[in-house]
Nanobody, 132 residues
């Protein structure tokens, strides 16, 4: 069973930094991607960043390029932690951040999320609030 556990959210002033963590357990050694999404009040869910299991290719939506960095750490064969380092945070980054995984999906540095339908697995969100 795939489980995703996100943590690391909080309250930070504009210009500050936070690092989100997503512990993804139960993922096989095959192709998959892990991604971060966010949803602000009254707005649609937005794909922020993703990383592929094979090759580690990554993608960032335009509004976070140059400020956010996604990385992964496969500590063992049963769990993979994906981080989202968020620097130079802005009030517009305020949202609930979710990590998600898609089996068989790919993350392309130019085209972003290459999946069929919606993401297969979702974790609970973590709140990020950036004050001005």
């Amino acid at each position: 069973e795939v489980q995703l556990q996100a943590s690391g959210g909080g309250l930070v002033q504009a210009g500050g930094s936070l690092r989100l963590s997503c512990v993804a357990s139960g993922l096989s050694s095959g192709d998959y991607l892990v991604a971060w999404f966010r949803q602000a009040p009254g707005k649609e869910r937005e794909g922020v960043s993703c990383i592929s299991s094979k090759g580690g290719s990554s993608y960032y939506t335009g509004s976070v390029k140059g400020r956010f960095t996604i990385s992964s750490d496969s500590a063992n064969n049963t769990a993979n932690t994906v981080y989202l380092q968020m620097n130079s945070l802005k009030p517009d980054d305020t949202a609930v951040y979710y990590c998600a995984a898609d089996i068989g999906g790919l993350c392309d540095s130019d085209y972003g999320f290459i999946i069929s339908g919606d993401m297969d697995y979702w974790g609970k969100g973590t709140q990020v609030t950036v004050s001005s």
